[in-house]
């Protein structure tokens, strides 16, 4: 006689919990990681502008929020970078917080820190 093989209910339904809360993290955290690359694209990008080689603090800022505004980026604003001297070089950085709720009082933490390039020169 041969054995049956199968899934029984509840099984079916763990899997199933199982599934949908797995689901739910990646709809949840998908968003901020996105926004999270938007914003290391817009550092990227500011940094390797030939135009703000030069550019003082406010015009870089000024710029990431042009750049902000476009990839809709609300998590952070121009006034958030800044810009660290390492020698001759500058690097623009990035560093923010963002809280993502998941069910109820539960929600996650995750902390980006979105660093450019070198930069040749600083400006004032």
């Given at each position: 006689?041969?054995?049956e093989r199968g899934l029984t209910m509840t099984g079916f339904l763990i899997l199933s919990i199982i599934l949908i809360f797995t689901a739910l993290l990646v709809f949840r955290l998908l968003?901020?990681?996105?926004?999270y690359?938007?914003?290391?694209?817009?550092v990227d990008s500011i940094s390797r502008d030939l135009d703000l080689q030069t550019a003082t603090l406010r015009e870089i800022r000024s710029a990431f929020d042009r750049r902000a505004m476009i990839d809709n980026i609300t998590t952070i604003r121009g006034e958030d970078?800044?810009?660290?001297?390492?020698?001759n070089n500058a690097v623009l950085d990035a560093s923010y917080s963002v809280k993502?709720?998941?069910?109820?009082?539960?929600?996650a933490c995750i902390d980006f820190q979105?660093?450019?390039?070198?930069?040749?020169?600083i400006g004032n």
């Amino acid at each position: 006689m041969k054995q049956e093989r199968g899934l029984t209910m509840t099984g079916f339904l763990i899997l199933s919990i199982i599934l949908i809360f797995t689901a739910l993290l990646v709809f949840r955290l998908l968003p901020p990681y996105l926004e999270y690359f938007y914003v290391q694209k817009a550092v990227d990008s500011i940094s390797r502008d030939l135009d703000l080689q030069t550019a003082t603090l406010r015009e870089i800022r000024s710029a990431f929020d042009r750049r902000a505004m476009i990839d809709n980026i609300t998590t952070i604003r121009g006034e958030d970078l800044e810009l660290i001297k390492e020698g001759n070089n500058a690097v623009l950085d990035a560093s923010y917080s963002v809280k993502v709720p998941i069910i109820a009082n539960v929600a996650a933490c995750i902390d980006f820190q979105a660093t450019s390039t070198k930069r040749k020169t600083i400006g004032n």
